[in-house]
Protein backbone atom coordinates (compact mmCIF):
# COMPACT_ATOMS: atom_id res chain seq x y z
CA UNK A 1 0.00 0.00 0.00
CA UNK A 2 1.22 3.89 -0.69
CA UNK A 3 -1.03 6.26 0.33
CA UNK A 4 -0.32 10.05 -1.04
CA UNK A 5 -1.03 12.82 0.83
CA UNK A 6 -3.05 15.90 -0.60
CA UNK A 7 -2.63 19.69 0.53
CA UNK A 8 -6.29 19.70 2.23
CA UNK A 9 -5.82 20.20 6.15
CA UNK A 10 -9.14 21.35 8.46
CA UNK A 11 -9.12 22.16 12.03
CA UNK A 12 -12.34 24.18 14.08
CA UNK A 13 -9.62 26.31 15.98
CA UNK A 14 -10.35 29.81 14.41
CA UNK A 15 -13.24 28.57 12.51
CA UNK A 16 -15.71 27.58 15.34
CA UNK A 17 -16.44 30.03 17.88
CA UNK A 18 -14.66 28.40 21.26
CA UNK A 19 -13.98 25.21 20.01
CA UNK A 20 -10.39 23.71 19.18
CA UNK A 21 -9.33 20.61 16.74
CA UNK A 22 -10.89 18.34 14.81
CA UNK A 23 -10.35 14.75 16.18
CA UNK A 24 -11.35 11.23 14.83
CA UNK A 25 -13.07 12.26 11.83
CA UNK A 26 -14.94 10.12 9.17
CA UNK A 27 -16.73 10.48 5.98
CA UNK A 28 -19.56 9.05 4.05
CA UNK A 29 -20.98 10.11 0.81
CA UNK A 30 -24.09 12.32 0.80
CA UNK A 31 -25.00 13.48 -2.65
CA UNK A 32 -23.31 13.90 -5.78
CA UNK A 33 -19.40 14.96 -5.18
CA UNK A 34 -20.61 15.69 -1.66
CA UNK A 35 -19.05 13.81 0.90
CA UNK A 36 -19.60 14.68 4.74
CA UNK A 37 -17.69 14.64 7.24
CA UNK A 38 -18.20 14.05 11.06
CA UNK A 39 -15.51 14.97 13.91
CA UNK A 40 -14.95 15.76 17.06
CA UNK A 41 -13.49 19.40 18.33
CA UNK A 42 -13.06 20.92 21.90
CA UNK A 43 -14.78 23.47 24.08
CA UNK A 44 -12.44 25.86 26.56
CA UNK A 45 -13.91 23.36 29.28
CA UNK A 46 -11.88 20.47 27.03
CA UNK A 47 -15.34 18.68 26.15
CA UNK A 48 -16.03 16.69 22.98
CA UNK A 49 -19.01 17.36 20.84
CA UNK A 50 -19.53 16.05 17.50
CA UNK A 51 -19.66 18.47 14.45
CA UNK A 52 -20.04 18.05 10.79
CA UNK A 53 -19.15 19.60 7.43
CA UNK A 54 -19.34 18.61 3.48
CA UNK A 55 -16.44 18.66 1.09
CA UNK A 56 -16.50 18.39 -2.55
CA UNK A 57 -14.46 14.97 -3.34
CA UNK A 58 -13.32 16.70 -6.68
CA UNK A 59 -12.14 19.38 -5.39
CA UNK A 60 -11.30 18.45 -1.93
CA UNK A 61 -12.77 21.76 -1.18
CA UNK A 62 -14.92 22.30 1.70
CA UNK A 63 -18.88 23.66 1.11
CA UNK A 64 -20.22 23.95 4.07
CA UNK A 65 -19.44 24.22 7.97
CA UNK A 66 -21.91 23.24 10.52
CA UNK A 67 -21.13 25.92 13.67
CA UNK A 68 -23.78 24.30 15.56
CA UNK A 69 -22.85 20.58 16.95
CA UNK A 70 -24.92 17.54 16.17
CA UNK A 71 -24.23 15.89 19.73
CA UNK A 72 -23.74 17.71 22.85
CA UNK A 73 -22.08 15.89 26.16
CA UNK A 74 -24.70 13.77 28.02
CA UNK A 75 -26.77 14.99 31.34
CA UNK A 76 -24.87 15.29 34.46
CA UNK A 77 -24.04 11.63 35.61
CA UNK A 78 -24.75 10.26 32.86
CA UNK A 79 -21.57 8.24 30.69
CA UNK A 80 -21.23 10.58 28.57
CA UNK A 81 -21.48 13.96 30.59
CA UNK A 82 -17.87 15.41 30.31
CA UNK A 83 -17.72 14.52 26.45
CA UNK A 84 -19.11 12.80 23.08
CA UNK A 85 -16.18 11.76 20.51
CA UNK A 86 -17.26 10.84 17.29
CA UNK A 87 -16.13 7.25 16.30
CA UNK A 88 -18.64 5.74 13.52
CA UNK A 89 -21.29 6.51 11.49
CA UNK A 90 -23.55 4.70 8.59
CA UNK A 91 -26.60 4.54 7.37
CA UNK A 92 -28.49 1.43 8.19
CA UNK A 93 -32.26 1.10 7.74
CA UNK A 94 -33.27 4.08 6.83
CA UNK A 95 -31.81 5.67 9.68
CA UNK A 96 -28.06 7.14 10.51
CA UNK A 97 -26.58 5.34 13.43
CA UNK A 98 -23.84 7.63 14.88
CA UNK A 99 -21.75 5.49 17.54
CA UNK A 100 -19.34 7.21 19.71
CA UNK A 101 -17.03 7.56 22.54
CA UNK A 102 -18.86 8.70 25.75
CA UNK A 103 -16.41 10.23 28.34
CA UNK A 104 -16.55 10.55 32.50
CA UNK A 105 -14.05 11.97 34.60
CA UNK A 106 -12.21 9.84 36.86
CA UNK A 107 -10.84 10.43 40.38
CA UNK A 108 -8.37 6.69 40.68
CA UNK A 109 -8.27 7.24 36.99
CA UNK A 110 -8.27 10.08 34.94
CA UNK A 111 -11.47 8.66 32.79
CA UNK A 112 -13.51 5.96 31.25
CA UNK A 113 -15.42 5.54 28.45
CA UNK A 114 -18.40 3.74 26.80
CA UNK A 115 -20.05 3.56 23.54
CA UNK A 116 -23.51 5.28 22.77
CA UNK A 117 -25.70 5.49 19.99
CA UNK A 118 -27.17 8.39 18.22
CA UNK A 119 -29.87 8.20 15.33
CA UNK A 120 -30.80 10.75 12.80
CA UNK A 121 -33.53 10.40 9.84
CA UNK A 122 -31.98 13.44 7.86
CA UNK A 123 -27.96 13.30 8.95
CA UNK A 124 -28.87 16.64 10.24
CA UNK A 125 -30.27 16.36 13.24
CA UNK A 126 -28.87 13.61 16.18
CA UNK A 127 -30.76 12.42 19.02
CA UNK A 128 -29.53 9.93 21.86
CA UNK A 129 -31.15 6.76 21.24
CA UNK A 130 -30.40 5.72 25.13
CA UNK A 131 -29.17 8.25 27.80
CA UNK A 132 -26.89 4.85 28.85
CA UNK A 133 -24.33 3.63 26.43
CA UNK A 134 -25.02 0.27 24.04
CA UNK A 135 -21.40 -0.99 25.13
CA UNK A 136 -19.57 -0.61 28.25
CA UNK A 137 -17.23 -2.25 31.23
CA UNK A 138 -18.45 -5.98 32.33
CA UNK A 139 -17.34 -8.56 34.47
CA UNK A 140 -14.87 -9.93 31.97
CA UNK A 141 -13.58 -6.11 30.25
CA UNK A 142 -13.57 -4.39 33.96
CA UNK A 143 -12.32 -0.97 32.48
CA UNK A 144 -13.69 0.81 29.41
CA UNK A 145 -14.68 -0.11 25.98
CA UNK A 146 -15.09 2.61 23.13
CA UNK A 147 -13.56 3.82 19.74
CA UNK A 148 -16.05 1.06 17.68
CA UNK A 149 -16.16 0.91 13.69
CA UNK A 150 -18.87 -1.39 12.76
CA UNK A 151 -19.54 -3.04 9.19
CA UNK A 152 -23.58 -4.58 8.23
CA UNK A 153 -23.27 -7.54 6.53
CA UNK A 154 -25.86 -10.71 7.85
CA UNK A 155 -25.39 -9.28 11.24
CA UNK A 156 -23.31 -6.02 12.84
CA UNK A 157 -19.88 -6.34 12.81
CA UNK A 158 -17.53 -4.12 14.85
CA UNK A 159 -13.91 -3.89 15.84
CA UNK A 160 -13.23 -1.73 19.29
CA UNK A 161 -10.85 -0.68 21.65
CA UNK A 162 -10.87 -2.57 24.71
CA UNK A 163 -8.64 -1.22 27.79
CA UNK A 164 -7.07 -4.42 29.42
CA UNK A 165 -5.39 -2.48 32.49
CA UNK A 166 -4.19 0.50 34.08
CA UNK A 167 -0.60 0.41 35.18
CA UNK A 168 2.14 2.91 37.10
CA UNK A 169 4.72 3.36 34.98
CA UNK A 170 7.94 5.86 36.05
CA UNK A 171 5.09 7.22 38.97
CA UNK A 172 2.52 7.66 36.55
CA UNK A 173 -0.65 6.11 35.16
CA UNK A 174 -0.98 4.48 32.00
CA UNK A 175 -3.73 2.78 30.26
CA UNK A 176 -3.80 -0.50 28.11
CA UNK A 177 -5.70 -1.28 25.42
CA UNK A 178 -6.06 -3.59 22.12
CA UNK A 179 -8.67 -4.10 19.66
CA UNK A 180 -11.09 -6.64 20.03
CA UNK A 181 -14.38 -8.44 17.86
CA UNK A 182 -17.93 -8.49 18.61
CA UNK A 183 -21.54 -9.01 16.65
CA UNK A 184 -24.57 -8.12 17.10
CA UNK A 185 -28.39 -9.06 15.50
CA UNK A 186 -29.54 -5.29 16.11
CA UNK A 187 -26.50 -3.15 16.46
CA UNK A 188 -27.69 -2.73 20.35
CA UNK A 189 -27.10 -5.70 22.14
CA UNK A 190 -23.47 -7.02 21.35
CA UNK A 191 -22.05 -10.62 22.15
CA UNK A 192 -18.42 -9.77 23.10
CA UNK A 193 -16.67 -13.18 24.00
CA UNK A 194 -12.83 -11.41 24.62
CA UNK A 195 -11.93 -12.40 20.84
CA UNK A 196 -8.98 -10.21 20.42
CA UNK A 197 -9.07 -8.60 16.67
CA UNK A 198 -5.54 -7.22 17.14
CA UNK A 199 -2.85 -7.44 19.84
CA UNK A 200 -0.03 -5.73 21.48
CA UNK A 201 3.21 -6.19 19.31
CA UNK A 202 5.05 -6.27 22.43
CA UNK A 203 5.35 -4.84 26.57
CA UNK A 204 6.45 -1.12 24.81
CA UNK A 205 3.50 -1.05 22.97
CA UNK A 206 0.40 0.16 25.30
CA UNK A 207 -2.49 2.09 23.16
CA UNK A 208 -4.03 0.42 19.92
CA UNK A 209 -7.12 1.83 18.95
CA UNK A 210 -9.59 3.44 16.21
CA UNK A 211 -9.49 0.40 13.84
CA UNK A 212 -11.27 1.43 10.26
CA UNK A 213 -12.04 -1.83 8.40
CA UNK A 214 -12.88 -2.29 4.59
CA UNK A 215 -14.09 -5.07 2.64
CA UNK A 216 -12.24 -6.16 -0.30
CA UNK A 217 -11.83 -8.69 -3.19
CA UNK A 218 -9.36 -10.74 -1.19
CA UNK A 219 -10.80 -10.40 2.44
CA UNK A 220 -10.78 -7.72 4.98
CA UNK A 221 -8.10 -4.81 5.55
CA UNK A 222 -7.99 -2.96 8.77
CA UNK A 223 -6.08 0.42 9.35
CA UNK A 224 -5.70 1.25 12.80
CA UNK A 225 -3.23 3.48 15.58
CA UNK A 226 -0.50 2.03 17.42
CA UNK A 227 1.45 3.70 20.00
CA UNK A 228 4.62 3.19 22.03
CA UNK A 229 6.58 6.34 22.26
CA UNK A 230 4.00 8.26 19.58
CA UNK A 231 1.20 7.24 17.70
CA UNK A 232 1.53 5.60 14.24
CA UNK A 233 -0.97 4.18 11.82
CA UNK A 234 -0.39 -0.38 11.06
CA UNK A 235 -2.47 -2.41 9.36
CA UNK A 236 -3.46 -5.55 9.47
CA UNK A 237 -5.44 -8.13 6.86
CA UNK A 238 -8.07 -10.93 7.94
CA UNK A 239 -10.52 -13.55 5.27
CA UNK A 240 -12.96 -13.61 7.71
CA UNK A 241 -12.58 -10.37 9.58
CA UNK A 242 -12.01 -12.58 12.75
CA UNK A 243 -8.53 -13.38 12.50
CA UNK A 244 -6.02 -10.83 11.47
CA UNK A 245 -2.27 -10.80 10.84
CA UNK A 246 -0.88 -7.64 11.48
CA UNK A 247 1.07 -6.29 8.73
CA UNK A 248 2.89 -2.62 9.76
CA UNK A 249 4.83 -1.84 7.74
CA UNK A 250 2.39 -2.43 4.86
CA UNK A 251 0.51 0.66 6.30
CA UNK A 252 1.44 2.51 3.43
CA UNK A 253 1.72 6.35 5.62
CA UNK A 254 3.66 7.54 8.17
CA UNK A 255 4.40 11.10 9.75
CA UNK A 256 5.75 14.10 7.20
CA UNK A 257 9.10 15.52 7.54
CA UNK A 258 6.67 18.94 8.95
CA UNK A 259 3.62 20.22 9.10
CA UNK A 260 0.14 18.96 11.35
CA UNK A 261 1.26 15.38 11.29
CA UNK A 262 5.19 15.65 11.67
CA UNK A 263 5.20 13.93 15.19
CA UNK A 264 2.38 11.88 15.17
CA UNK A 265 -0.35 10.47 12.78
CA UNK A 266 -3.74 8.74 13.90
CA UNK A 267 -6.99 7.52 13.98
CA UNK A 268 -7.63 6.80 10.77
CA UNK A 269 -10.63 6.09 8.67
CA UNK A 270 -10.77 4.87 4.98
CA UNK A 271 -13.58 5.11 2.40
CA UNK A 272 -14.34 4.90 -1.22
CA UNK A 273 -15.30 7.40 -3.34
CA UNK A 274 -16.22 6.19 -6.77
CA UNK A 275 -13.19 4.13 -7.89
CA UNK A 276 -10.36 5.39 -5.24
CA UNK A 277 -10.13 4.92 -1.77
CA UNK A 278 -9.43 7.96 0.47
CA UNK A 279 -7.87 8.16 4.23
CA UNK A 280 -8.54 10.81 6.64
CA UNK A 281 -5.70 10.53 9.54
CA UNK A 282 -5.09 12.94 12.44
CA UNK A 283 -1.77 14.57 13.09
CA UNK A 284 0.34 16.08 16.10
CA UNK A 285 -1.59 16.47 19.49
CA UNK A 286 -4.10 13.87 19.29
CA UNK A 287 -6.22 15.45 15.98
CA UNK A 288 -5.96 19.22 17.97
CA UNK A 289 -3.82 19.80 15.09
CA UNK A 290 -6.56 19.05 12.69
CA UNK A 291 -7.03 16.26 10.27
CA UNK A 292 -5.88 15.43 6.50
CA UNK A 293 -6.74 13.27 3.47
CA UNK A 294 -4.54 11.18 1.67
CA UNK A 295 -5.37 8.86 -1.48
CA UNK A 296 -4.26 5.19 -1.98
CA UNK A 297 -1.68 5.64 -5.08
CA UNK A 298 -0.29 1.98 -4.73
CA UNK A 299 -2.06 -1.42 -3.46
CA UNK A 300 -5.07 -3.41 -3.97
CA UNK A 301 -8.37 -3.54 -1.96
Known amino acids: MKWDKTDFVYTSTGIIDGFHGAAVPQAIHWKDSICRIFYSARNENNQSHIFRLDIDMESLKI ?48 FRNSIGLAVSSDGEHFTRKYEGPVVDRTYREPHFCTNPWIIKEDIYRMWYLSCVEWRIENGELQHRYHLKYAESSDGIEWKRDGKVAIDFADDSEYAISRPTVIKGKNGYHMWFSHRGDKYRIGYARSEDGITWKRMDE ?5 VSPDGFDSEMICYPAVFRYGDDCYMLFNGNEYGMTGFGIAKLAEGDI
Open 250 to 254: EAGIT
Open 63 to 110: TDICHEPVLYPGRLGCFDDSGALMSWIGRIDNEYRLYYCGWNLGKTVP
